[in-house]
């Protein structure tokens, strides 16, 4: 058992707290990380809001983590301490009927599909005070160690500096790969994106490599507009300048809406808008913001009856995380994008809450 640091999430609503933890060792297909660096993705915000679907307090959150390999459990072949890994919030069981299709990054074994508060055997790994303590999404990254699945580990290149990749491990794949793998962008095309966080920088980016001719940036924060015109951005509009609705705007702007939308911030009115703004007949819609749990939303369906696709994504598409993540950080290493710079602040483990102060002011 190893004795370390690790933000806790006792509930909802409460901010976290960095407590000396427990965490065991790994059993048998599991794997022991020492966590080097992690990202805040306002997946994380939604958890400690009490808004994601199914998961338990108190937890350790954070999913967005590099490090490397401590120990292995029994019958773990495909790494070995010391290796360096990013851990992934998909996992790729390599046995479901999604992970058989080449079409699909899904894995039967996701949340979504059945709850990751705890790990496949329903123990944690983790204990503080003498409580058992939840996992998230299996991974845990707000910690300097966590026990995960073999199959939640993507190991990745010993050149890769992990504070920096570990970007690739939700944000900059999940918005990457929304533009080109769950929209396929075109080039020559046009793309609006609505909010510039993490994600809607990494869309982007995404839209900007796949040869989008024009990228429309769109967000009620005006200081994310500078840092999207440097990743591609060609217009920036913020929907609080304009009287009449930013689908109508974008309409206008583009004559007949965009090929592409995608919603980067998790909002039923902006998923609706995202969807309005792209062509009528041919536009595709990606929803990547995810809504707080148990929301809904109502559209008019001759939105959808005209010929406009509008679908989903989870962490980048058809990348399958453990095989896809490490060819990511190859290209990485390769300089073919630059996710860098897409930080904007680093801080010592000790002020995540600070790190969530930020993320609420749009910083
Ligand atoms: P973020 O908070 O960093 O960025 C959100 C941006 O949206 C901010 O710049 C904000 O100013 C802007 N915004 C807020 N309200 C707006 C409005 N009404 N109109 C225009 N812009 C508005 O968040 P993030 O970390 O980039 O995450 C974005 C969303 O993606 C979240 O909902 C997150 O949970 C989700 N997410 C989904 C996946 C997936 O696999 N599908 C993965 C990661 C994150
Ligand atoms: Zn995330």
Not at 279 to 303: A, K, Y
Request: charged residues 20%; neutral net charge; proline residues 6%.
């Amino acid at each position: 058992v190893i004795s370390c640091r690790a933000a806790v999430a006792w509930a909802p609503g409460k901010p976290l707290s960095v407590e000396e933890v427990e965490v065991a060792p790994p059993k048998a297909g599991e794997v022991r990380i020492k966590l080097v660096a992690t990202g805040i993705c306002r997946t994380d915000e939604h958890l400690l809001q009490g808004c994601f679907p199914n998961a338990e307090f108190p937890v350790i959150p954070g999913h967005e983590g590099a490090g490397t390999v401590e120990s292995i459990g029994e019958g773990v072949t495909s790494m070995k301490p010391g290796d360096k890994v990013i851990l992934l919030c998909l996992p790729q069981c390599g046995e479901c009927s999604f992970c058989k299709n080449p079409e699909s990054n899904f894995c039967q074994k996701s949340h979504i599909s059945e709850p990751q508060n705890l790990l496949p055997d329903k123990t944690s790994r983790f204990s503080c005070k003498g409580k058992q303590i939840h996992h998230f999404l299996w991974i845990s990254t707000f910690a300097e160690y966590t026990v995960v699945p073999e199959y939640t580990v993507a190991k990745i290149d010993a050149a890769a500096p992990l504070d920096k990749v570990c970007l690739l491990g939700c944000g900059f794949s999940t918005g990457y790969g929304a533009a080109i793998n769950t929209a396929k962008v075109k080039p020559g095309s046009t793309c609006a994106i609505f909010g510039l966080g993490g994600v809607g920088l990494s869309v982007v980016m995404g839209c900007k490599a796949a040869g989008a001719s024009r990228i429309i940036a769109v967000d009620i924060n005006k200081d994310k507009f500078a840092k999207a015109k440097e990743l591609g951005a060609t217009d920036c509009i913020n929907p609080r300048d304009f009287k009449k609705p930013i689908q109508e705007v974008l309409t206008e702007m583009t004559g007949h809406g965009v090929d592409y939308s995608f919603e980067a911030i998790g909002l039923a009115d902006t998923m609706i808008a995202a969807l309005a703004s792209c062509n009528m007949s041919t536009g595709v819609c990606v929803m990547v913001g995810e809504l707080d749990s148990g929301s809904e939303i109502s559209i008019d369906p001759t939105l959808l009856l005209t010929g406009r696709t509008w679908k989903g994504t989870v962490v980048g598409g058809s990348w399958k995380s453990r095989e896809g993540i490490p060819k990511l950080v190859s290209s990485y290493l390769e300089k073919k994008f630059n996710s860098d710079l897409l930080i904007t602040h680093t801080l010592p483990f000790a002020k995540v809450n600070e790190g969530f102060e930020l993320l609420r002011a749009g910083k």
